[in-house]
């Protein structure tokens, strides 16, 4: 069989970004990403009538480029700005230009956006890639046992598991284990009846958590009281390896200590580790690429962070690969 153009491994924004420009270009493009559906640190899980966006809470955009598409996202309905009541618990960061701040989330839950990117795409969740290796053209074993060949490859996995399938003898082994990803725990809570709070979202300049946001208070999320909290990194990477429920008792009693509101019982209570949820120093290469491979890897680590920073990693991967396609 003819090899797909390009494999991209994961379907977040970077993945789904680049994997949409290339099949636009009339190239071949398979995604394959390990967990059930689209999303990466932009996921939305439902568990009954609760929804929560416990990775990535909002976008903001910053460049004209990002700008121009998000108006066209939200002139479809796709996208829509999200004004919570905003409180900061201990000292204030320095402030910025003193620009108001667009907060924007993607309808109905973070990943809608990219399950729309997903529409069309050849896209195959839950297939884990274990190793990939380059003779000619990259194979790439699946942790079912099976294989698949490509001309070029894209990795949007965190650097860390992007090593892990490459080797430590690939020539950009260097630049991606010089990337350290600091850890991020997050709690969901859902409630029976709505938290008397002063607040829909609140930064945490404090010790132990970092962020706390009523997901009921963005557009389109349904009813049910629904919350999301984040630990710092700090807190996080202490506790890497501790049991979840140990975790989220831990953090809803810190929650509580910041606002006795909290105080109820919630009728559900998960706590789930994104391992590698941010980078300590991110680069603002764009993408990394070698070229006599045609392999790519991108992420929002790889431009500045943030999921502008995902988009644009995404959209600098396609095109140097579509270059070397050509």
């Not at 320095?94 to 990117?117: H, Y």
Request: proline share 6%; with cysteine; aromatic share 8%.
């Amino acid at each position: 069989m003819k090899p797909i153009d390009v494999i991209v491994v994961g379907a977040g924004w970077a993945g789904l970004t680049a994997a949409s420009h290339l099949a636009s270009r009339g190239l071949s493009v398979t995604v394959l990403d390990k967990a059930r559906g689209p999303g990466g640190r932009s996921s939305t899980r439902r568990e009954g009538e609760f929804s929560f966006d416990h990775g990535a809470q909002y976008f903001t955009a910053r460049s004209e480029a990002f700008r121009r598409r998000v108006e066209a996202w939200e002139a479809a309905g796709l996208v829509a700005q999200w004004q919570p009541r905003l409180r900061v618990f201990g000292p204030r960061p320095q402030a910025g230009d003193g620009a108001p701040v667009r907060r924007l989330v993607a309808i109905p839950g973070m990943n809608g956006l990219l399950r729309r990117f997903a529409e069309g795409l050849d896209c195959r969740y839950a297939r884990r890639v274990d190793r990939i290796r380059f003779d000619g053209s990259w194979q790439l074993e699946l942790e079912d046992g099976s294989r698949l060949e490509s001309t070029a490859v894209l990795l949007t996995a965190p650097p860390q598991q992007a090593v892990a399938m490459l080797g430590t003898n690939h020539p950009l082994h260097a630049r991606l284990d010089g990337v350290a990803m600091h850890p991020c725990w997050a709690l969901m809570l859902g409630f029976d009846k709505p938290v008397q709070t002063d607040f829909d979202a609140a930064f945490v300049n404090r010790d132990g958590l970092a962020w706390v946001a009523r997901n009921t208070s963005k557009p389109q999320r349904g009813s049910a009281e629904s919350w999301v909290v984040h630990a710092g990194a700090d807190w996080s990477g202490k506790r890497l390896e501790s049991p979840p429920g140990t975790v989220a008792a831990s953090m809803l009693d810190q929650l509580r200590q910041l606002d006795p509101a909290f105080s109820d019982e919630p009728v559900l209570q998960r706590a789930h580790r994104w391992r590698y949820a941010l980078a300590d120093l991110p680069m603002n290469s764009g993408c990394l690429l070698d070229g006599e491979t045609r392999l790519a890897v991108a992420g929002d680590w790889c431009s500045g962070s943030r999921i502008e920073g995902a988009w644009s990693s995404g959209v600098a991967a396609a095109r140097r690969l579509e270059a070397l396609l050509q």
